[in-house]
């Protein structure tokens, strides 16, 4: 008699602990599955606050490169690209007038590249640097917002610049435009 006793309260806790085992996965899995709808509604919230109700129009002018050293396509993809972006995530339209609810230009400042690590006396890593200077006028608030953005990308020291600038071309402009939307639309 006293090991059917002891046979179950042994079974007991082996049902309590796969009990509890099944409920700690099927809480993990929700998570799982539903963390990234809440992640996603509370991190990209381009359309809402952070553009006045009253601001319909954007012109995104070339921007300029003034860098010492120039890539000659930059200016234009990342003019491209943010117009692109703008169009696609807030409900402002582009505009070619020369009154816009606001106007945005950018300055490329810097494009610099560095030695960033060393071993063995070869140079191991490179360091491409570019940063953009944005001004926002936002005429009919009378106000000028200016921003600086700036990125460094890594490459293996055994490529050359244009290697690198071949290879990092996608990441650069995709990198710095959404650094600048976030700058201009979420006040990152």
């Known amino acids: 008699m006293k090991n059917k006793i002891k046979l179950s309260h042994k079974t007991q806790d ?3 602990k796969e009990f509890l085992g099944l ?4 809480f993990v899995t929700c998570a799982l599955f539903l963390a990234p709808s809440f992640i996603s509604c509370n991190i990209y919230k381009f359309n809402e606050a952070t553009i006045p109700d009253s601001i319909k129009t954007v ?3 070339f921007f ?4 010492r050293l120039v890539n000659p396509e930059l200016g234009h993809r990342l003019t491209d690209k943010l117009r692109q972006k703008i169009i696609g995530q807030t409900r402002l339209s582009q505009s070619n007038s020369d009154n816009p609810d606001w106007e945005i230009n950018g300055v490329i400042v810097e494009y610099s590249f560095s030695t960033s690590a060393i071993s063995g006396q070869q140079v191991a890593t490179n360091r491409l640097t570019v940063g953009v200077h944005i001004t926002v006028n936002k005429h009919k608030e ?7 953005v700036s990125r460094s990308f890594e490459f293996k020291g055994d490529q050359s610049f244009q290697q690198a600038e071949a290879t990092l071309g996608e990441e650069i402009v995709r990198s710095l435009t959404d650094e600048i939307f976030n700058k201009l639309f979420s006040n990152w």
């Open 64 to 67: 300029q490169n003034r860098a």
């Open 59 to 61: 012109k995104v002018n």
């Open 14 to 16: 082996t049902v309590k």
């Open 23 to 26: 409920t700690v996965v099927l």
């Open 142 to 148: 009378d106000k000028t917002d200016e921003y600086d």
